[in-house]
């Protein structure tokens, strides 16, 4: 069923998580059980990252190299097709522009298409690993923008090259919105100009990027909503519950972690003391964020998912 039915039909906020697909050489049991610790709190849907490949060049002697390309995370397809499989739960793989052509685009979605996946997350994705900047493929898109369109055209059995009674895809468009902007965004008003031509393209709602506090969430969607964007928007939830993640989380996704936290976990005494702290931090933010009447809560889980079971409870107990 497609994610926008889904919110449309919910009683009450949905619960939503997002996996990454484990290495390669490390086995799925450890993301199945992840994946069980959050099973008590029924979440909707669950998305799975997709990640570049790294490309390395190895020298093979008289002044030439071989491309050799490392998937380093592989198998976002096989990880949505064994969750679907295992839970029955509508489960949405990210697609993203880098290192794909528009025509291999286009194969992608087919096989998306012939194994069943109705929504798809659409990404214009984070540089190659070892890159500072995105580069696209030559003939690939610039912008989840142009992906979302390309999508779009297949919903309307519009193909690369036109195609006799060509079968319409139908597919429920997902994309990412940045309440503090994208770090390559010169404002907020500029890359929310850009997340309106995202939904202009044919996205059906919005997921965003890691947020730390309510109200400048609820101004985001404020501001949104006030140049045309009516889809739903659902926040993106990241409990922090260690001093590491107080460097890490900033760095990776360019957002502000507020000072209570920080101080509280700086403080703590113990492993434990820092992880009640992020677990009670991230449970009042939910609450404060369910009084804005969201669609739902999105959790990022990274291949873990007790920090959020944990916040799940709590919400639960009250
Ligand atoms: P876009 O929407 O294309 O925007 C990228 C930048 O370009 C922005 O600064 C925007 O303002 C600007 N821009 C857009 N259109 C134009 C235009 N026409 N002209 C000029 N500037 C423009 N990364 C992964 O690699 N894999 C994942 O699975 C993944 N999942 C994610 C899930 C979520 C919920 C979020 C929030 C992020 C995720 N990311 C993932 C990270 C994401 O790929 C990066 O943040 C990336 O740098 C931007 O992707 P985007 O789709 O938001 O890009």
Same mark, same amino acid.
């Given at each position: 069923?497609?994610?926008? !039915?889904?919110? =449309?039909?919910?009683?009450?906020?949905?619960?939503?998580?997002?996996?990454?697909?484990?290495?390669?050489? +490390?086995?799925?049991?450890?993301?199945?059980?992840?994946?069980?610790?959050?099973?008590?709190?029924?979440?909707?849907?669950?998305?799975?990252?997709?990640?570049?490949?790294?490309?390395?060049?190895?020298?093979?002697?008289? %002044?030439?190299?071989? $491309?050799?390309?490392?998937?380093? *995370?592989?198998?976002?397809?096989?990880?949505?097709?064994?969750?679907? *499989?295992?839970?029955?739960?509508?489960?949405? &793989?990210?697609?993203?522009?880098?290192?794909?052509? +528009?025509?291999?685009?286009?194969?992608?979605?087919?096989?998306?298409?012939?194994?069943?996946?109705?929504?798809?997350?659409?990404?214009?994705?984070?540089?190659?690993?070892?890159?500072?900047? #995105?580069?696209?493929?030559?003939?690939?898109?610039? #912008? =989840?923008?142009?992906?979302?369109?390309?999508?779009?055209?297949?919903?309307?059995?519009?193909?690369?090259?036109?195609?006799?009674?060509?079968?319409?895809?139908?597919?429920?468009?997902?994309?990412?919105?940045?309440?503090? $902007?994208?770090?390559?965004?010169? *404002?907020?008003? /500029?890359?929310?100009?850009?997340?309106?031509? $995202?939904?202009?393209? %044919?996205?059906?709602?919005?997921?965003?990027?890691?947020?730390?506090?309510? +109200?400048?969430?609820?101004? @985001?969607?404020? +501001?949104?909503?006030?140049?045309?964007?009516?889809?739903?928007?659902?926040?993106?939830?990241?409990?922090?519950?260690?001093?590491?993640?107080?460097?890490?989380?900033?760095?990776? #996704?360019?957002? /502000?972690?507020? !000072?209570?936290?920080?101080?509280?976990?700086?403080? =703590?005494?113990?492993?434990?003391?820092?992880?009640?702290?992020?677990?009670? #931090?991230?449970?009042?933010?939910?609450?404060?964020?369910? $009084?804005? /009447?969201? &669609?739902?809560?999105? @959790?990022?889980?990274?291949?873990?998912?007790?920090?959020?079971?944990?916040?799940?409870?709590?919400?639960?107990?009250?």
């Amino acid at each position: 069923m497609h994610i926008t !039915e889904l919110i =449309a039909r919910r009683k009450q906020p949905l619960v939503s998580i997002e996996i990454t697909p484990p290495e390669k050489g +490390r086995s799925i049991s450890e993301l199945f059980s992840s994946v069980d610790q959050l099973l008590p709190f029924q979440p909707t849907f669950i998305t799975v990252t997709y990640h570049q490949q790294r490309i390395v060049y190895e020298d093979v002697g008289a %002044g030439l190299t071989k $491309k050799i390309p490392r998937r380093k *995370n592989p198998g976002t397809v096989g990880i949505c097709a064994a969750i679907a *499989n295992r839970y029955k739960i509508e489960t949405v &793989p990210h697609i993203i522009c880098g290192g794909f052509s +528009r025509y291999e685009t286009e194969d992608a979605l087919i096989d998306l298409q012939y194994l069943g996946f109705t929504n798809l997350f659409v990404l214009r994705g984070d540089p190659a690993p070892g890159f500072k900047e #995105f580069i696209p493929e030559p003939d690939g898109h610039r #912008f =989840a923008s142009e992906l979302a369109g390309q999508i779009a055209a297949m919903n309307c059995g519009r193909y690369l090259e036109a195609l006799d009674n060509a079968v319409s895809t139908d597919f429920c468009i997902g994309v990412a919105g940045y309440p503090e $902007k994208h770090y390559e965004a010169p *404002n907020l008003a /500029d890359d929310l100009r850009h997340l309106k031509e $995202k939904v202009d393209a %044919g996205a059906d709602y919005i997921i965003t990027q890691m947020v730390f506090a309510a +109200r400048p969430f609820r101004e @985001f969607v404020d +501001r949104a909503r006030a140049i045309g964007i009516k889809v739903p928007i659902i926040p993106g939830i990241k409990p922090v519950t260690n001093a590491k993640q107080l460097v890490s989380i900033p760095r990776e #996704f360019h957002v /502000d972690l507020p !000072e209570e936290l920080v101080s509280r976990i700086t403080r =703590a005494s113990t492993p434990a003391d820092s992880a009640r702290a992020g677990v009670e #931090f991230t449970t009042r933010l939910c609450r404060d964020l369910l $009084k804005q /009447d969201v &669609p739902g809560l999105h @959790f990022y889980t990274m291949g873990k998912g007790r920090a959020t079971a944990e916040v799940l409870k709590a919400m639960n107990d009250e």
